[in-house]
């Protein structure tokens, strides 16, 4: 069948592209005929499943060649897109526009809004009040031992960075106090 649809297209294309230059105006003249616009209107609204709307449209002719309408659907990102046009005998002029839905909290969602929000209060509480003393997390027995290590380890280094200092010090100084000056360095 499909066949048959582009078969019947070629064929109507060929024929409209054919050359009618031998055939004479007066035998073969035909008319059309320029109804006036009619006043009407219409509009519907559909969705995916019963009791769902995703999209609409309204129009209206005026009867003097002015129409004007609405169209809307919802896109991928669950907005609602709205397209406002006029049509008349100077062009179409669309006017664009979006609404956005915004998504309904699950209840999962309220609760971590609301502990989040007495949080806040209760840090906003605290730093309004820098003399309120701030009870920090107490420290276990192991986090202790692990903090007098790094101390005892930080000490350890700090003293052997300072031997080093010192003996790289002595060694500038031997160095100097052994060098002939160059009388073309300037300081």
């Known amino acids: 069948m499909k066949f048959y649809g582009i078969l019947f297209s070629a064929v109507l294309i060929a024929v409209t592209n054919g050359d009618v230059s031998h055939l004479s105006h007066d035998e073969y003249s035909t008319t059309t005929v320029n109804y006036p616009p009619r006043p009407y209107e219409f509009g519907y609204s559909a969705g995916r499943f019963p009791g769902h709307v995703d999209r609409t449209h309204v129009e209206v002719g005026d009867g003097a060649g002015t129409v004007k309408g609405a169209f809307s659907y919802v896109d991928p990102k669950q907005q609602v897109r709205v397209v406002e046009y006029v049509a008349d005998e100077y062009g179409f002029y669309p006017k664009l526009s979006h609404e956005l839905k915004a998504p309904e909290d699950t209840v999962a969602v309220k609760l971590a809004a609301d502990r989040h929000h007495q949080l806040y209060s209760k840090i906003a509480e605290s730093h309004a009040n820098p003399h309120l003393p701030t009870a920090g997390p107490k420290k276990s027995a192991a986090v202790e031992r692990a903090e007098q290590k790094h101390l005892d380890l930080f000490a350890k ?20 106090a052994t060098s002939i000056r160059n009388e073309h360095e300037e300081y």
């Open 157 to 176: 280094i700090a003293a052997e960075h300072a031997k080093l200092g010192a003996e790289r010090e002595a060694e500038r100084l031997a160095f100097e």
